[in-house]
């Protein structure tokens, strides 16, 4: 690979000093000082409501603590916007009563139905492992894939000898989600048995979110537990419609923890605040920019985005992916960066192919003189030592979308050690959030993602939230009782 070197491409410089403590914006101010006065349980409460994402609401509430701790009055009103959590329920409210658990079980399965990465299955277990705990029978629903119509290929069945094993008891099958025979296996579930039912998608009715669908399902149970953190943006029978039929609905231990951290964290960070994003697009990422240049410090973009970008600046892309319609969009996020004090990083070298393939041929070039004919592919070496030199400074790192096409092994390099680097910065105490999907396919493959702090299993659901919308699975939850702080 021949190598070519280029002067770094920072569009706006890194600040000199962390924004903690040199940020005029009032918001960042609030965020920063508004925390510290609130209990780790409120913040969690706080940051779980599907309100409170909104970062402005958290600073009001938080403001509001302050004040009313200040005057020695009870803290009401305030915790009522949270949800309301399966840890909240114990011994009586679980003991023999049949709980309905959604959880997000959409795992890949290769051409002979084996599970290739049981990762959601994992996330599931201590949700389920409590209600089983104190005597609940748990009706377990999940779908997989998108099928239209009963599709023997998407059925849940290959995946009752895994979650059997990681629950250490015989879970249950049923053939289908409603009906006379599943009702019969819910009459026989012993207290703490499992049923697992058949892929609720198989039903059009799911997607549409049938009342006449959810009643059916919500027949089956005495509660409802919502576990599915992949599919909470999803206002579906099983994740949404459910919740009018069941009562209490409340929220599992995987979908609370995903909230913790992509609201929680992100909404209070640890400052210098870092944000790395990449991936194919600019247009499926325009939400999650926009939404994380009004709270981050540093904003590192790489993968197929970066060329409209460059076009945008009037570089030669070649053949690279660019929107020619988002040149301004490009153009206008440049500049609000440069307007909010955001330190906006791109690539200042690329690794470029002659052909979108694995045996491409392949050099470096500085990112503003990309042939005719050549396509970007990867960041370059430069780009890379100037991210991770980045990198060392921050206290919170989220993670959104790969560098390069990885899937290459070639043009993976970028990816794997920018993974690399935030496993070594998570070990030192950074807060590393890798926000789903493909960045997650990477931080696997490089053997990484125990290290990380906090590994969502939604990619959609981990966007949305990001972009700061309301998850329609989190909202039809039962808020929390309030509490006194
Ligand atoms: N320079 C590039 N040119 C073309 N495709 C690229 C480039 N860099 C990355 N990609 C591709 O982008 C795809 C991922 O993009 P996408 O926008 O779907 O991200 P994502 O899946 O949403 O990321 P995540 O799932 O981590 O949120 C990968 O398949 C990768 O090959
Ligand atoms: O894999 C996912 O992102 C979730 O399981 C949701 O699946 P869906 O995009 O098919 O709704």
Redesign the pocket.
């Known amino acids: 690979m021949a190598s070519a070197t280029a002067a770094p491409h920072t569009l706006c410089s890194i600040p000199t000093t962390s924004s903690s403590s040199s940020s005029s914006s009032t918001t960042r101010a609030f965020s920063l000082n508004a925390t510290r006065f609130l209990p780790k349980t409120s913040i969690r409460r706080l940051g779980f409501a599907g309100a409170a994402a909104d970062p402005i609401f958290t600073h009001h509430v938080a403001i509001k603590l302050r004040s009313l701790k200040a005057s020695g009055k009870p803290v009401r009103g305030v915790a009522s916007m949270a949800k309301k959590s399966v840890g909240d329920l114990t011994g009586a409210d679980l003991k023999g009563k049949k709980v309905f658990v959604r959880a997000d079980l959409n795992v890949p399965l290769d051409e002979n139905q084996n599970i290739t990465d049981d990762t959601r299955i994992r996330a599931a277990v201590p949700t389920i492992k409590y209600l089983i705990s104190y005597g609940a029978k748990v009706i377990l629903s999940s779908h997989l894939g998108r099928p239209k119509g009963v599709t023997p290929k998407f059925s849940l069945a290959p995946l009752v000898p895994r979650l059997s094993e990681l629950l250490g008891i015989q879970v249950m099958k049923a053939d289908d989600c409603i009906g006379p025979e599943v009702e019969k296996l819910v009459a026989s579930l012993p207290d703490g048995g499992v049923l697992l039912l058949e892929n609720v998608r198989f039903y059009k009715e799911e997607e549409k979110n049938e009342p006449e669908f959810a009643k059916k399902l919500a027949s089956l149970a005495d509660l409802y537990v919502n576990d599915a953190f992949g599919t909470a943006h999803r206002a579906h029978a099983s994740t949404e419609g459910v919740t009018k039929f069941l009562k209490p609905s409340v929220a599992g231990f995987l979908l609370q923890k995903e909230l913790d951290y992509l609201v929680g964290a992100v909404s209070s960070p640890k400052r210098p605040f870092a944000a790395i994003v ?4 600019v247009s ?2 325009i939400g999650v920019i926009e939404s994380l240049l009004e709270k981050v410090d540093i904003l590192i973009l790489g ?2 985005m970066i ?1 409209t970008f460059y076009k945008a600046q009037g570089f030669s892309v070649g053949s ?2 660019v929107e020619e319609d988002k040149l301004d969009l490009a153009t206008s996020l440049i500049a609000k960066a440069k307007a909010k004090g955001v330190s906006l990083l791109l690539p200042s070298d690329v690794v470029i192919a002659d052909k979108f393939a694995p045996d491409a041929n392949s050099k470096v070039v500085p990112a503003s003189a990309i042939p005719d004919g050549w ?4 960041i370059g070496p430069d780009s890379i030592k100037t991210f991770s030199e980045a990198l060392e400074t921050t206290k919170t790192v989220i993670w ?8 290459f092994d070639k043009f993976a390099v970028g990816t794997e050690v920018i993974a690399k680097k935030l496993a070594e910065s998570s070990s030192k105490g950074v807060t590393t959030i890798i ?6 396919a990477a931080v696997e493959k490089v053997g990484v993602a125990s290290v990380m702090s906090h590994i969502s299993t939604g ?1 959609g659901a ?2 949305e939230l990001l972009e700061g919308k309301e998850l329609p699975g989190v909202i039809a939850l039962d808020e929390a009782t309030p509490v006194a702080v």
């Open positions: 990449g991936g194919s697009k499926s990422k993968g197929g060329f690279s992916l396509m970007g592919l990867d959104n979308g790969p560098m390069g096409v990885f899937e926000g789903g999907g493909d960045s997650v990619g981990s966007l």
